[in-house]
C-alpha cells in the first residue's frame, strides 16, 4: 500500500504508520533538486556510494554542478549510470496503485487512490504517439478500484479482483474484459477466492492468476489458477488449480516472454483494517520485501533464478520487455532497520533474459513506487505513483501524475 501519514508525535516513534495523505503533502521541485536546463530535461547525477553507517545528511554540490543523493542511516541508494529525463504532460489526476496496460501507441492507465479516502473508478489514455492525454472512460461499478491484477492480449484487458474502495477494505473476487476497440465491458467467472494485487498474465491461451494477499489484506496467498480465454471470451465455466507459486505475496511483477511466464519481486504481509473500524481505517502489520524471481517453462514447475539487486516491491505495472530483456522502474525495498520507515527505489533493473541475471541500469527523476510504464519510439516513460521527500530522503511523500522519459540505450 502507499501511503504515510505522520503526526509530529509519530515522526518520532520508530515503529510510526506508514501512511502519508497526499491532500496535505507539498509539492516538491525536481528543479530545486537536480540540474535543470531550458528545454525541460533534468539531469540526474551519479549517487555517490555512502554506506549505512554515515550519520549526516550532505547536499552540498560537487564539482560536476549537481547534488547527490546521500542516504542517512538507511540503504544507499545503488550506483548508476547518468539518465537525462524529459517531462511530458501529467496524468489529468495522481494515482497510487492503479495499473497500466500499453497497447501500440495507447497506455490505458486504470483508477488508483488518489488520496487514502478517494480512488478513481475510471480510465485514461495516453497517447505516445502525440504525447497527450485523452478518451477518458469510466470502469464498471462492481470493479475494483486499486491492488487490481491485469493482462492483455493486445486488444482486450482482463482486470481480475483488486481492492474495491478506500482505506483499507479487503479486496473482492469480480472480474472484467475490456474491449479496448468498443470500450465495451463484460463480466468474466469470478475468482475461486478474492485477492488482493494478485500476479496475472496470459499465457499459453489462458489468464493465470497468483499470489496476492488473502481477504484480510494481510495474508499472503499461494493459491495459482487459471482460465481459458480467447478474443475476450470465456472458454470454460470454472478456473483451474495450478502448481501454487512457491511465495506468496501482492505487489510483484508478472511478465511473459519467450513462452516462459515470470514472476518477480514482491512482498509478504501489508496494512490490514483497523479491527471494528467502519471506514476500514488502517493498522500496520509487519511486511517482508523480497526480490526472488520464478519462472515457469515447459516443465510447469517453478524455477528459482537470480534475485533481483536489491528486494522489490510495488512493481506490478512498473515493468517494459526490450531488447531481449526486462527493464523495471523504481518501487520499494526493505524497511528501514531502525526506523522502520519504507525506503522507495529510483534506481532501474535490467533483468536479461538470455543469461537471467541482472543489472542496474539508470537512475530515475526521483525514487518512487507503483510507477505505470511504457515503451515507444525509444524512449521508456513513466508515469504516476508515489514519490520520495527528496535526494536525501528516500521516504514515501507526495503522490503524482507526472510523466517522464528517457531515450533508453541498452
Known sequence: MGFQMYSRFEENVALAVDFLWASVSSSSSIASSWASRNDGTVVIPNAAN???????????????????RVLSATFADLPAPELE?????????????????????LLYVFSGYQTLDYVHSHVDVYNFTNNSWGGRFDTPKDMANSHLGMASDGRYIYIVSGQKGPQCRGPIAHTFVLDTETKKWESLPPLPAPRYAPATQLWRDRLHVMGGSKENRHTPGVEHWSLAVKN?????KHWRNEIPIPRGGPHRACVVVDDRLFAIGGQEGDFMAKPGSPIF??????????????????????KVLSPMPKPNSHIESSWVILNNSIIIMGGTTEKHPVTKRMILVGEMFQFHLGSLKWSVIGKLPYRVKTTLAGFWDGYIYFTSGQRDRGPDNPQPRKVVGEMWRTKLRL
Open 281 to 302: 481505517k488502517c493498522s500496520r502489520r509487519h511486511e517482508v520485501v523480497y526480490g526472488d524471481v520464478y519462472m515457469l517453462d515447459d516443465g510447469m514447475k517453478w
Open 232 to 236: 475476450g471470451k470465456v472458454l470454460e
Open 50 to 68: 555512502h554506506t549505512e553507517n554515515e550519520k549526516t545528511f550532505d547536499n552540498k554540490e560537487e564539482k560536476n554542478g549537481g547534488p547527490q
Open 85 to 105: 529525463w524529459e517531462q511530458m504532460p501529467s496524468s489529468p489526476v495522481p494515482r497510487l496503485d492503479g495499473y497500466a496496460i500499453q497497447i501500440k501507441n
